[in-house]
């Protein structure tokens, strides 16, 4: 193996990395938000058109320590503060659960906590590592968002596939008792531990699925296909991608072991999808990474349904 492919393969990191603040001594949410700077308040006012005229039926939201305007909401919306939104996960700490990083995404629109699970789990020879994002909204996009995050923790891949048997995402309640603490966090770790048994199926499942070299490359042409009548950048750049997610599922160190089977081929494209320099990285590439590693990778979900459709 080229030095240059080796090396491609040691430098992979979570893909939180670089986003937020480190805030895993803190020994409560509140002192979290204080030291990833998110200790602010949203305030809502009336909407005005330039000439003065109130707009009915919507207010702004703003951040009371700039004024930024954080979105334009239905005056049926209710603010929810970073405090109270991440409160209930103090609850968790006495599970054993710890505070790894937070921050805010697109200028304060979002806020989000990540913590890792406690329990580590050993699936297909793999140690995988739970960590759970909890993320508020205040541009009215979402309520309270929780998603699991399962990290292969030798190279940093995602294996947070969208199974048919457990909710990988759920959205607590946005009430006025903005958590029934404890019911909400013990609710949590049920729904944590359902998905990551879950995946610990899917994955095994994934192993026996065998793929000839073959089938894999087809897949992978199905991303990029290269073909003769494209316009010539759009070959160039489609086959330097294809040749990068070969050299994921093929050369990858961290692979070395894995059988040729439908578990390889998604964790190469979790690899891909996670790792992979894209043609143009745009200003927001990373924070855009992260959303897709909350909401859903579409790239390692359509790799995984790949798989199970030839099974």
């Known amino acids: 193996m080229a030095a240059n492919v080796e090396s491609m393969f040691y430098v992979r990191q979570k893909p939180w990395h670089g986003l937020g603040t480190m805030v895993s001594e803190a020994p409560t949410s509140s002192d979290a938000l204080i030291h990833a700077g998110l200790d602010w308040l949203v305030e809502?006012?009336?909407?005005?058109?330039?000439?003065?005229?109130?707009?009915?039926?919507?207010?702004?939201?703003?951040?009371?320590?700039?004024?930024?305007?954080?979105g334009i909401v239905s005056d049926r919306y209710k603010v929810v503060q970073n405090e109270d939104a991440f409160q209930f996960t103090d609850d968790l700490l006495g599970e054993g659960v710890t505070y790894e990083t937070a921050g805010s995404l697109q200028g304060g629109k979002k806020v989000w906590m990540l913590a890792k699970l406690p329990h580590r789990y050993?699936?297909?020879?793999d140690e995988i590592t739970p960590y759970m994002v909890v993320m508020n909204s205040h541009d009215g996009s979402s309520g309270i968002k929780v998603a699991m995050t399962p990290i292969r923790v030798v190279c940093s891949n995602t294996l947070n596939l969208a199974l048919n048997n457990a909710k990988r995402i759920w959205?607590?309640?946005?009430?006025?008792?903005?958590?029934?603490?404890?019911?909400?966090a013990r609710e949590t770790l049920l729904l944590a531990e359902t998905y990551m048994g879950e995946l610990g199926k899917g994955i095994d499942a994934l192993s026996k699925i065998k793929l000839s070299d073959k089938k894999v490359i087809e897949f992978m042409q199905e991303f990029f296909p290269v073909d003769l009548d494209m316009p010539d950048a759009q070959r160039k750049n489609n086959l330097r991608l294809l040749t990068d997610m070969k050299r994921r599922y093929f050369d990858a160190p961290d692979l070395s072991h894995v059988e040729k089977n439908g578990y390889r081929f998604v964790?190469?494209?979790?690899?891909?999808?996670?790792?992979?320099?894209?043609?143009?990285?745009?200003?927001?590439?990373?924070?855009?990474?992260?959303?897709?590693?909350?909401?859903?990778n579409p790239m390692i979900d359509r790799a995984y349904k790949m798989v199970l459709a030839v099974a």
């Open 44 to 70: 809502q006012k009336d909407v005005y058109t330039e000439d003065g005229a109130l707009i009915p039926g919507y207010k702004v939201n703003l951040r009371n320590i700039d004024s930024a305007t954080l």
């Open 122 to 125: 050993i699936i297909a020879g």
């Open 171 to 184: 959205t607590t309640k946005h009430t006025e008792n903005v958590m029934s603490r404890v019911h909400e």
């Open 267 to 296: 964790n190469a494209i979790s690899d891909f999808a996670t790792h992979a320099d894209p043609i143009r990285k745009t200003k927001n590439y990373n924070e855009n990474l992260f959303l897709r590693t909350i909401e859903g």
